[in-house]
């Protein structure tokens, strides 16, 4: 069973970094594009970026690019998600994704990662 | 950019059949997928490659797709079914995945 496990909560102020990380099991982790969804509060999803564990090959939202920092250590399985230095309007809970197919759609979802910036 | 249009709300009564549709542009030259997101919860795929379920998705949930709509829809609606759900393709000529803003199933 394919399963993707977050880590938690997390309360930080504007200016911080923070790194929040995906543990992904039951499947081969180099085979599958892993990444980024993002819900702000009371909204819809958006798309973040993604990660080809095997080769480390990224793709972002061009809305997001410069903005945050995904990568993967394949040895453990897990994929990262990173700021150097957060906003207010970073929060929203982070959904880690896996890509059933390559371009296509997310087929296993993480439980999700609240992320609050306060000022 | 590529924009997908959703109805913001849909309400049906238990048993009856809900339509929610998908607006996009040639969004039937595209593979359209679908998730269920219940309240609290991480969305969920319902609806992959157009027509495909993945296992443990009943058949009461069925889509479809012609030129600018794609259209989820969910047979003998269950009070279960109450969610929000959400359209997503991935838009070749920018290269990378769209999703609608959702529509809101109430069940009453």
């Known amino acids: 069973e394919v399963q993707l496990v977050q880590s938690g909560a997390e309360v930080k102020k504007v200016g911080e970094s923070l790194k929040i990380s995906c543990k992904a099991s039951?499947?081969?982790?180099?085979?599958?594009?892993i990444g980024w969804v993002r819900q702000k509060p009371g909204k819809g999803l958006e798309w973040m970026g993604l990660?080809?564990?095997?080769?480390?090959?990224?793709r972002y939202s061009p809305s997001l690019q410069g903005q945050v920092t995904i990568s993967a250590d394949k040895s453990a399985g897990v994929a990262f998600l990173q700021w150097s230095s957060l906003k207010a309007t970073d929060t929203a809970i982070y959904y880690c994704?896996?890509?059933?197919?390559?371009?296509?759609?997310?087929?296993?979802w993480g439980q999700g990662t609240l992320v609050t910036v306060s000022s | 950019s590529y924009v997908l249009t959703q109805t913001p709300s849909v309400s049906v009564a238990p048993g009856q059949t809900a339509t929610i549709t998908c607006r996009g542009d040639n969004i039937e030259d595209q593979n359209v997928n679908w998730y269920q997101q219940k309240p609290g919860q991480a969305p969920l795929l319902v609806v992959y490659d157009d027509v495909d379920r993945p296992s443990g998705i009943p058949d009461r949930f069925s889509a479809f797709d012609s030129e600018d709509t794609a259209t989820l829809t969910i047979n003998r609606v269950e009070v279960e079914d109450e969610a929000d759900y959400f359209c997503?393709?991935?838009?070749?000529?920018?290269?990378?995945?769209?999703f609608g803003g959702g529509t809101r199933l109430t069940v009453l």
């Open positions: 039951g499947y081969g982790f180099n085979r599958n594009w």
């Open positions: 997503q393709v991935w838009h070749v000529a920018t290269n990378h995945p769209v």
């Open positions: 994704v896996r890509e059933g197919s390559t371009f296509g759609y997310f087929d296993s």
């Open positions: 990660i080809s564990p095997g080769d480390s090959e990224v």
